[in-house]
């Protein structure tokens, strides 16, 4: 929506098109889809959550299918009157909801006094309100005021645009009361963002890759192995031989234990310096690392995430460039655990910003508090490991040469033989045992770490769903808004000084203002952060128009505009749809100014289990008010200030029925 002040066009500029916001649907909130084969009471059910989200005409078919079907209570003709009547005027009743209307007390008669009894008895009395000399007004408002709370806010809701006169303007005071009360209730600032926050998926991580050791690997060791032990064995036969006990008892003791030091402690400690220079690698510095991820995709949509988290978590006091070429290496890591994870699970990257959230979060943590490097010490090699290592390769050295050297004096060529063998084993062995034991060792490094992550990401997720708990339900966000509507309404009148007695019609448009988050539940109307509002207010001097951005979460208006035009100076009212499903409304005055609102954008969301292509820009549409507000305007636009001087009153509604005060 594109007014201007005075003086200007109002024509959207086609620079300020914004692109398509996907949205978030909540498709595990099922309240609005009524099954195939839904009893008349589950109709009902739907549809009277469907009127509470603002969609009249569904709950209406809904709500009236079920009383076709024979579903009739107190509460039932309740709901079915305000379904019928929401948001309109009676003379925007068809021909056959009118009948239906006048015939309501016949088709649903009340069967007991209770409050559902009353308040339809209210509802019916204030249908048939003729302001006269005769009318008690007083009696009326008391009677309303008697009714409970729930069936109050229900009728001052739905039914404001079929009172008149001095009833009108008492009920408006009601309206108004209850939408400064309602505005800002139940925590409004604190759970709005709740609803466009995604249903978060469960936290995965990378799992370990298993142990990768090539065959020839494993059969370099086998071989070297066994030409070690064979070598040994006949080294120490020829020692047992020649009676060179000593010698022997030093192969078999110092060997023995100088080989059992040098093998674990030389791989512990090899263990810890390579991970220890892989976690530099990974914990290196430089500039932020340039990503590969084609556009639009799920690695790209990551990517944006772990920008946009990784700036909001810049430690105190530290740069943003200075802080992304320091988290360089770790946010690359982290991003790519992350795409592993869940890349194959079809997972929206919306659904996993609490998890990504929570990564940014331990990081700057981590480094604030110093244990971001904690990674250099827990694996630098205890001196008493490198000690014992170089000493058991010195035992074990001594060893093998005080036996040939023992060997030598007896039997030149097995010295020679063994020697050969022994060192051509060895050989073989050292580079390969500790290859297929440094990668086991790794593999468990990498299980316990991954463990480590799922366990925080666990308490995370758990944390989030706890945030979520509250998150508010539809009927909550249409309630809302309705309060919303309400204010602006009443800010229109403060500003051109009228009375409600003084409207003889308003009407609301509301649509999402640019690039606004959106979201819905399974069936309704998508919700928005940020709408564009805008009040017609008619009176007989002509339409008074009031337009502002709403920041719902917080229940502000901003960027007010105000038009004033005759009646005459309506030139066309039109709604333009696109095949994508796109929807501008369009008001064009004579002189050629135009008001644009785009009340949908294209269509890009995939629909959910159960919903009928374009059931979701009916329904929005239908919660947003445009067709009372089409109805009023195009009316306007056809006829002029004729449409307000002609009777168009189509008869009194109840007429031909019994006196309502009999059903008492």
């Known amino acids: 929506m594109t007014p201007q002040e005075a003086g200007g066009g109002n024509t959207a500029a086609e620079s300020s098109h914004v692109g398509v916001q996907a949205g978030v649907v909540h498709g595990d909130v099922n309240n609005y889809m009524a099954p195939p084969d839904a009893t008349p009471e589950e109709k009902f059910e739907t549809g009277m959550r469907l009127l509470d989200s603002g969609a009249r005409e569904r709950a209406w078919h809904l709500i009236n299918d ?44 009340l069967t007991q006094d209770d409050s559902w009894a009353e308040g339809v008895r209210v509802i019916r009395r204030l249908l048939d309100f003729d302001e006269g000399p005769d009318t008690d007004v007083p009696v009326l408002i008391m009677e309303f005021d008697r009714l409970r709370p729930i069936q109050r806010a229900l009728i001052l809701r739905h039914l404001e645009m079929v009172l008149k006169g001095q009833l009108k303007e008492q009920m408006w005071m009601r309206s108004l009361d209850r939408a400064c009360e309602g505005q800002l209730a139940d925590g409004r600032k604190d759970r709005v963002w709740k609803f466009f926050q995604p249903t978060p998926a469960g936290p995965r991580v990378r799992q370990a890759d298993p142990p990768a050791i090539a065959v ?12 070690w032990l ?28 100088g080989g059992y030091l040098a093998a674990g402690n030389g791989i512990e400690w090899r263990f810890r310096s390579q991970r220890r220079r892989a976690k ?37 006091g530290m740069e943003r460039d200075a802080w992304f070429a320091q988290t360089a290496g770790i946010r690359k890591r982290l991003r790519d655990e992350i795409v592993e994870a869940y890349r194959e699970k079809r997972t929206p990257a919306k659904t996993i910003n609490w998890l990504i959230r929570d990564r940014a979060s331990q990081v700057r943590t981590r480094w604030a508090n110093g244990t971001l490097w904690d990674y250099r010490v827990e694996l630098a090699t205890p001196p008493r490991t490198k000690a014992a290592a170089l000493l058991g390769a010195l035992l074990y050295v001594a060893a093998e040469i005080w036996a040939e050297r023992a060997v030598l004096g007896i039997d030149l060529l097995g010295a020679i033989l063994t020697t050969l063998l022994i060192v051509a084993g060895s050989w073989l062995a050292i580079r390969a045992w500790p290859v297929i034991a440094l990668e086991y060792r790794r593999y468990t490094a990498d299980k316990a770490e991954a463990q480590n992550r799922l366990d925080e990401s666990e308490i995370a997720f758990a944390r989030w769903k706890e945030r979520l708990s509250d998150r508010p339900q539809d009927r909550e966000m249409a309630e809302w808004l309705d309060h919303d509507r ?16 003084n409207v003889i019609a308003h009407a609301f448009l509301e649509a999402p203002a640019g690039s606004a988050d959106r979201a819905r539940v399974r069936g309704g109307p998508w919700r928005y952060k940020r709408y564009h509002l805008l009040v017609f207010v008619l009176t007989n001097d002509g339409v008074r128009q009031l337009a502002v951005t709403l920041d719902f979460a917080n229940a502000t208006f901003h960027d007010r505009h105000r038009l004033n035009y005759r009646f005459e100076a309506v030139a066309s009212v ?3 749809h696109r095949d994508d499903d796109e929807r501008t409304f369009e008001l064009t005055l004579m002189d050629g100014q135009k008001i644009d609102v785009q009340m949908l954008e294209a269509a890009t969301e995939e629909l959910q289990e159960g919903e009928a292509p374009g059931s979701v820009s009916t329904v929005t549409l239908d919660a947003a008010g445009l067709h009372h507000t089409l109805h009023v305007l195009e009316g306007i636009a056809a006829e002029g200030r004729a449409w307000l001087s002609r009777d168009r009153r189509r008869g009194d509604p109840l007429a031909g029925t019994e006196n309502t005060r009999s059903q008492r």
Request: charged share 15%; proline share 6%; aromatic share 10%.
């Open 486 to 501: 309400q204010m602006l309404l009443n800010e229109a009148l403060q500003h051109y000084r009228l009375s409600m007695r």
């Open 574 to 576: 039109r709604v333009r």
């Open 66 to 109: 079920a009383v076709v079907a024979g579903y009739s209570t107190n509460r039932v003709c309740f709901y079915w009157l305000l379904a019928l009547l929401s948001g309109r005027t009676q003379d925007e009743l068809p021909d056959e909801e009118i009948a239906s209307l006048r015939d309501s007390a016949r088709r649903l008669p």
């Open 216 to 227: 020839g690997t494993w059969a370099q060791a086998l071989t070297g192995t066994l030409l």
């Open 280 to 316: 530099d690698a990974e914990h290196a510095m430089g500039p932020p690392p340039k990503t590969t991820a084609p556009p639009g995709g799920f690695a790209r949509s990551v990517d944006h995430r772990f920008d946009h988290y990784f700036a909001l978590y810049v430690p105190h």
């Open 230 to 257: 064979a070598a040994t064995a006949f080294l120490g036969y020829l020692l047992a031989r020649g009676g060179l006990l000593i010698p022997l008892f030093a192969l078999l003791l110092a060997g023995g234990v």
